[in-house]
């Protein structure tokens, strides 16, 4: 099973809209996927609740810090697991990075998303010393006016690699919180974002 995360110490850049979104376009692609929501806040339960079963995303709440001592227990029924991270840097946020192959930290062309980075990169840096060293890499989110070079070079400044994909600010991803399926564009552009080594 593969498990791919999204998290940022900051709220409102996205995380669970992609995490539901890529959940879907993962289970489009034919995949079995799990949506392991680990925000208390509970909206990927709650969106799965209403049209999980439609899209074929079966969903789960995680609120103890366990993530990396779960994933082996679902790794025979999915091939795919999706974690919504919280907007905080907790112990929740250290089990998803113990079990994630792969973490993506949706931030808006915003320096105020930028700033949140460092205690993401602290954390990550602790995580490495450790040797725990998933793939992670900033997808810019929630576009409408790009990014500028001064951002790219401060969020590269903390060691980040930035996901050639962007997400650019569109209905689709609105509608996503509506039960509304998504776009041949949309799919690919996530299916591109998971295939990154």
Same mark, same amino acid.
């Given at each position: 099973?593969?498990?791919?995360?999204?998290?940022?110490?900051?709220?409102?850049?996205?995380?669970?809209? &992609?995490?539901?979104?890529? /959940?879907?376009?993962?289970?489009?692609?034919?995949?079995?996927?799990?949506? &392991?929501?680990?925000?208390?806040?509970?909206?990927?339960?709650?969106?799965?609740?209403?049209?999980?079963?439609?899209?074929?995303?079966?969903?789960?709440?995680?609120?103890?810090?366990?993530?990396?001592?779960?994933?082996?227990?679902?790794?025979?029924?999915?091939?795919?697991?999706?974690?919504?991270?919280?907007?905080?840097l907790s112990d929740m946020t250290t089990s998803i990075l113990r079990a994630a192959d792969q973490v993506f930290?949706?931030?808006?062309?915003?320096?105020?998303?930028?700033?949140?980075?460092?205690?993401?990169?602290?954390?990550? /840096?602790?995580?490495?010393?450790?040797?725990?060293?998933?793939?992670?890499?900033?997808?810019?989110n929630q576009v409408v006016e790009w990014p500028t070079s001064a951002m790219r070079v401060v969020v590269e400044?903390?060691?980040?690699?930035?996901?050639?994909?962007?997400?650019?600010?569109?209905?689709?991803?609105?509608?996503?919180?509506?039960?509304?399926?998504?776009?041949?564009?949309?799919?690919?552009?996530?299916?591109?974002?998971?295939?990154?080594?």
């Amino acid at each position: 099973m593969r498990t791919v995360a999204f998290l940022h110490q900051k709220g409102g850049t996205g995380k669970t809209t &992609l995490a539901i979104a890529t /959940a879907m376009a993962l289970a489009e692609q034919g995949a079995r996927v799990l949506l &392991l929501d680990a925000d208390v806040q509970g909206t990927a339960s709650e969106w799965a609740s209403h049209w999980g079963e439609r899209f074929r995303v079966v969903a789960r709440s995680q609120i103890q810090p366990i993530v990396h001592e779960q994933a082996s227990r679902f790794a025979p029924r999915f091939e795919w697991m999706v974690v919504d991270g919280p907007p905080m840097l907790s112990d929740m946020t250290t089990s998803i990075l113990r079990a994630a192959d792969q973490v993506f930290v949706p931030v808006r062309p915003s320096y105020p998303d930028i700033w949140a980075l460092e205690g993401v990169a602290a954390l990550r /840096a602790t995580l490495g010393n450790e040797g725990i060293n998933p793939a992670m890499r900033v997808v810019w989110n929630q576009v409408v006016e790009w990014p500028t070079s001064a951002m790219r070079v401060v969020v590269e400044s903390k060691g980040f690699t930035i996901s050639p994909a962007v997400i650019q600010c569109e209905a689709v991803w609105l509608n996503v919180m509506e039960g509304q399926p998504l776009t041949t564009e949309a799919v690919d552009c996530l299916m591109r974002l998971v295939k990154e080594p």
